[in-house]
């Protein structure tokens, strides 16, 4: 099966602390992508970083960067400088190709940044 | 470019009526999903289709069926709502081959519904 477990259903710190949000996934895959998406209140789905299985170079797109540990299937993101703006739901989520692409997510962090 | 556009934004629904919700995409884009998204749950997989004339089933695909009759059109048909199909509803999109800056999946606004 393949599946995305997100162990922190809240995360709350202050503007400007640094914060991490983990996700661990399960897949028999050795080719796959992963990604971190933004939801904020809108609704509105953004993608944040995303990370190649065969590189073992973490993502980083300014203040957000991943932990991608491929043997241990974690895939953890860390926002520094935290702003206001960063208050949202965040998914964890890896595509395959097993005969047919798809794209799991995971059940979601809803982090609050506090001023 | 517009992206995805799904249709309607929210709807009221009777329980046992029937439905479909709209999606649209003008990426030209090989791969199509449709999620619901529950709290606690997260985006849970119901149908997705790789390319047009074919599709599949995700995780959660009972009570709802899909076509893929041309690359840009994806409805999702709900044949009798029940109540437990309360839920937002995501279209979504990505292209199939290519670089990785293709992987990218593009989403629409969601659909509200609501089953009474």
């Known amino acids: 099966a393949q599946t995305v477990t997100q162990s922190q259903p809240e995360m709350s710190v202050q503007e400007a602390e640094t914060v991490t949000l983990s996700c661990t996934y399960d897949t028999s895959e050795s080719n796959y992508y992963l990604f971190w998406y933004k939801q904020p209140p809108s609704r509105q789905m953004i993608l944040v970083i995303r990370?190649?299985?065969?590189?073992?170079q973490n993502a980083t797109e300014n203040r957000f960067s991943v932990n991608f540990q491929k043997a241990a299937k974690s895939f953890s993101l860390k926002i520094s400088d935290s702003q206001l703006g960063d208050t949202a739901m965040y998914f964890c989520?890896?595509?395959?190709?097993?005969?047919?692409?798809?794209?799991?997510f995971g059940q979601g962090t809803r982090l609050t940044i506090n001023p | 470019t517009a992206g995805i556009t799904q249709a309607p934004t929210s709807q009221i629904l009777a329980a046992g009526r029937s439905m479909t919700l709209r999606c649209t995409q003008d990426m030209r884009h090989n791969a199509m999903y449709w999620y619901r998204q529950d709290l606690g749950l997260g985006l849970r997989l119901i149908h997705y289709s790789n390319t047009a004339g074919t599709t599949g089933k995700g995780e959660v695909p009972d009570g709802y069926s899909v076509s893929r009759a041309n690359t840009d059109d994806f409805p999702l048909t709900l044949a009798s709502a029940v109540p437990s199909q309360t839920s937002v509803y995501f279209c979504?999109?990505?292209?199939?081959?290519?670089?990785?800056?293709?992987?990218?999946?593009?989403f629409g606004q969601g659909t509200r519904l609501t089953v009474v």
């Open positions: 979504a999109s990505s292209d199939r081959q290519g670089a990785i800056r293709n992987t990218e999946a593009f």
């Open positions: 990370q190649e299985a065969y590189k073992q």
């Open positions: 989520a890896f595509m395959i190709w097993q005969g047919a692409q798809k794209l799991v």
